[in-house]
């Protein structure tokens, strides 16, 4: 009885669960798209990466990135090829739209991909090394990074069955392509229009991995699933801009000094203290300059001696000088794109000089001004003695009746100036009679 109910309920049923889990394992593949439109740097990397992973887990047939960018930083592109070359899924690089280009760094990693894509009116290359900052290099550090770069193209060409020799011809002499140059050189696999036009190309197509594996390309009519940058990866992205970092730098040192000189305001302590360690969390992803933010300091310090010796304008101007020159050498990067611009140095070096050497001003002319409120604002007032003070008697000075004290004999009515304050008691003088004021005696 029991292997009948077994055989007739419970195995059709368990071979039909089966059959459908393994239909939807096999119906859930996907293609996983992103986009990377921006300099390569470390938040580039971490979203490649988690991509990758992702796609991995779900079991996608293969990661589509459509890649637009300058270049960026050295270290950041050698992970990202590790990861496109250690990737189990197959990693799709297409150069899109048209007008975009995978120069410098990006050229690595389109060599990198499995297979590598461009649409029309799209170019690459450019993958010469350049030194941080742009400076000139002496011989043997050019050669260095020349091979170091060469070596790593070479690999990569190789690998993924490209024109070894042409690739570094991008590396040693710096050489552009446009996409029917690279078809034609074998730097890529395909020019396609746009996303379903590739995937009709690479249909049925077999790619051979960077280890050894073939894999067979079914992507038409699957499931194209966009992968999205996470709200701290945005806002990372965002604050990278070495622009938004030195504005957010300049911005918090301002907040901050405004706070020392207003100690209690809280907001702009609050401010600054939020933008300085926003700033320094993007510049401590970036290669920054140490001697660029001793610059930046020394700026602030000449806008404090601008306003406490008043040269006229010149200290003033030092400091803007040296502000606007550590913002361009503050980011220390291969590319323009990933420098300070001048137009940004200048709009933010300007208003913050003359702002701190405004608000400096008024914090000194303060503490210089006297003190006209409480007992120590009586000092300096001008009263009449009611009575002969030799040497105490009764002073009205300021609307009250005091108790004096005197060194020198004052008879009442005449006008006293008071020089000290000790309790309750005030120290006067007399009023010579040349410069006696016109003083009015208590009804």
């Known amino acids: 009885m029991k292997r009948l109910f077994f055989r007739r309920l419970f195995l059709p049923r368990l071979l039909t669960s089966l059959v459908l889990f393994l239909g939807a394992r096999t119906g859930s593949a996907e293609v996983l798209k992103m986009v990377v439109n921006d ?11 988690r991509a990758l992973a992702d796609a991995k887990e779900k079991g996608d047939q293969a990661v589509l990135i459509e890649l637009s960018t300058p270049g960026g930083l050295v270290e950041s592109t050698r992970d990202i090829i590790n990861k496109i070359l250690e990737s189990s899924v197959p990693v ?63 690999t990569v060409a190789a690998k993924r069955g490209r024109n070894v020799e042409v690739a570094e011809s991008a590396v040693r002499q710096s050489k552009s392509f446009t996409e029917d140059e690279a078809l034609k050189n074998k730097l890529i696999d395909i020019v396609a229009s746009n996303e379903d036009n590739l995937f009709k190309q690479l249909q049925g197509r077999t790619v051979k991995r960077f280890n050894g594996q073939e894999v067979k390309l079914n992507l038409v009519g699957q499931v194209v699933r966009p992968y999205e940058m996470t709200l701290k990866q945005r806002i990372l992205g965002f604050i990278m801009d070495p622009n938004i970092a030195f504005i957010l730098l300049a911005i918090g040192a301002l907040a901050l000094y405004a706070e020392f000189n207003h100690p209690g305001a809280v907001v702009p302590g609050t401010v600054g203290v939020i933008f300085i360690l926003l700033a320094a ?16 300091l020394g700026a602030f310090i000449l806008f404090a001696l601008e306003a406490k010796f008043a040269t006229h304008g010149v200290l003033g101007l030092g400091g803007v000088v040296l502000l606007t020159l550590g913002a361009l050498l503050l980011v220390d990067a291969p590319i323009p794109e990933m420098r300070v611009k001048l137009i940004t140095a200048l709009a933010v070096s300007i208003p913050v000089g003359v702002i701190t050497v405004l608000l400096m001003s008024i914090a ?33 000075v300021h609307g009250e009746i005091w108790d004096a004290l005197s060194r020198a004999p004052i008879n009442a009515g005449q006008s006293v100036v008071v020089r000290k304050v000790d309790g309750l ?18 009804a």
């Open 281 to 296: 969390f993007a510049l401590n992803l970036l290669p920054v300059r140490h001697a660029a933010l001793a610059l930046i």
């Open 425 to 442: 008691e005030l120290e006067v003088e007399p009023v010579l009679v040349t410069q006696r004021p016109q003083v009015s005696a208590p």
């Open 92 to 154: 799709i690089i297409y150069v899109t739209p048209a007008g975009s280009r995978a120069a410098s760094a990006g050229f690595f990693i389109l060599e990198a991909a499995d297979v590598a894509a461009m649409a029309p009116g799209t170019n690459t290359g450019a993958a010469h090394p350049v030194s941080m900052g742009g400076g000139k290099l002496d011989e043997v550090m050019k050669q260095k990074l020349e091979n170091d770069s060469a070596a790593l193209m070479r």
């Open 39 to 49: 300099t390569i740097q470390p938040i580039t990397d971490e979203y490649i990466g």
């Open 364 to 396: 000194l002319k303060a503490r210089h001004n006297k003190i006209v409120t409480g007992v120590e604002g009586l000092v300096g007032e001008v009263g009449v003695a009611q009575t002969a003070l030799s040497p105490r008697g009764k002073v009205f």
